[in-house]
């Protein structure tokens, strides 16, 4: 497991990429928990207005693999298919813990929907756009952020694709 100061350090980078833009977002702290089905009663709201972030591996040949920080409703999945697809893999999956972990520079749960490494293609479903909030885990499983969705999007300039299925 990743040393945990670097997730402080990756909370405090949000709280500072969100001030630097002027991002309208309010704190919520609650127990340790990291799925959104579970967090997000928790937090006050429907899953559905939970961004669930996942780091994917794409293998595109035999020597070749592009990771993917795929955001989509928190009642959703993400589409290995459509992933896939993006990419023109021959394979999707999650990617393994190690690797999701270095690249999101938080613990499995604490997933942001912003990429802090230039490895990671971002990539969003249309889906999020549905509501004026979006919620997430803020690199804590104790702490989540609520985040006006239109901040979102324009602090985090993402590639739109159709990716999510129930």
């Known amino acids: 497991?990743?040393?945990?100061?670097?997730?402080?350090?990756?909370?405090?980078?949000?709280?500072?990429?969100?001030?630097?833009?002027?991002?309208q977002y309010r704190l919520i702290d609650h127990p340790e928990e990291g799925r959104c089905e579970v967090v997000s009663p928790m937090r006050g709201h429907d899953v559905s207005h939970a961004a669930k972030c996942m780091i994917w591996m794409v293998k595109i040949g035999k020597k070749t693999k592009k990771f993917v920080l795929a955001v989509?409703?928190?009642?959703?999945?993400?589409?290995?298919?459509a992933v896939?697809?993006?990419?023109?893999?021959t394979y999707a999956g999650l990617a393994p813990d190690d690797d999701a972990e270095r690249l999101a520079q938080s613990v499995k749960?604490?997933?942001?929907?912003f990429r802090f490494s230039e490895e990671l293609?971002?990539?969003v479903d249309p889906l999020l756009k549905d509501h004026e909030f979006i919620y997430f885990n803020a690199a804590r499983?104790?702490?989540s952020v609520e985040?006006?969705?239109?901040?979102?999007?324009?602090?985090?300039?993402?590639?739109?694709?159709?990716?999510?299925?129930r």
């Open 1 to 23: 497991m990743p040393d945990t100061s670097d997730h402080k350090d990756t909370y405090t980078r949000l709280i500072e990429l969100l001030d630097q833009h002027g991002a």
């Open 147 to 165: 985040l006006r969705t239109e901040d979102y999007l324009r602090i985090a300039n993402p590639r739109f694709e159709r990716i999510a299925e």
């Open 72 to 81: 989509v409703p928190g009642d959703m999945k993400v589409s290995q298919s």
């Open 109 to 113: 749960g604490t997933v942001l929907p």
């Open 121 to 123: 293609n971002l990539v």
């Open 84 to 89: 896939r697809g993006l990419f023109g893999g």
């Open 141 to 143: 499983l104790d702490r």
